[in-house]
């Protein structure tokens, strides 16, 4: 069993998570592609959008104390961020949804396996953790 963690040590464990999420999407992206198999691809999907939901969820704990249960509790959270203008700008709740729809819907759920619009979208998620990240960075400070 695991001991209790503190709120600092879920966030660290939420952005972990998150990175090693994108790294089996990105190999299991690349091993699908060169082998031809789809259903790779799409659960490769499945995982950039899994690190998208763990470092959103780092995030919201930093930022409002609390992990949401839900994507419609994470998406009005977001929104409630969002009021404050530095947070707006980013667009957290904008981003998040996008990557809902195209990795979590699309791909993984519709099987659309676009190759091309999948690595942009694994790019994007990527740039999502870093953002995130360097969010947090600043409220560390």
């Known amino acids: ?83 404050d203008p530095r947070m707006a700008e980013l667009g957290f709740r904008d981003k998040y949804a996008a990557r809902e729809r195209y990795l979590h819907e699309l791909v993984f759920y519709e099987g659309i396996v676009d190759v091309e619009d999948i690595k942009f979208e694994l790019e994007k998620t990527h740039k999502y953790i870093e953002e995130v990240e360097k969010i947090l960075r600043e409220l560390y400070r």
């Open 1 to 83: 069993m695991v001991a209790a963690l503190n709120a600092e040590e879920r966030i660290k464990m939420y952005l972990e998570d998150a990175k090693r999420f994108l790294e089996e999407a990105l190999r299991e992206f690349e091993e699908g592609v060169r082998s031809g198999d789809v259903i790779r691809i799409r659960d490769a999907a499945e995982k950039a959008w899994n690190s998208i939901v763990q470092s959103t969820n780092a995030l919201l704990l930093k930022l409002v104390g609390k992990v949401p249960s839900s994507h419609w509790e994470k998406r009005r959270l977001l929104r409630e961020i969002e009021k």
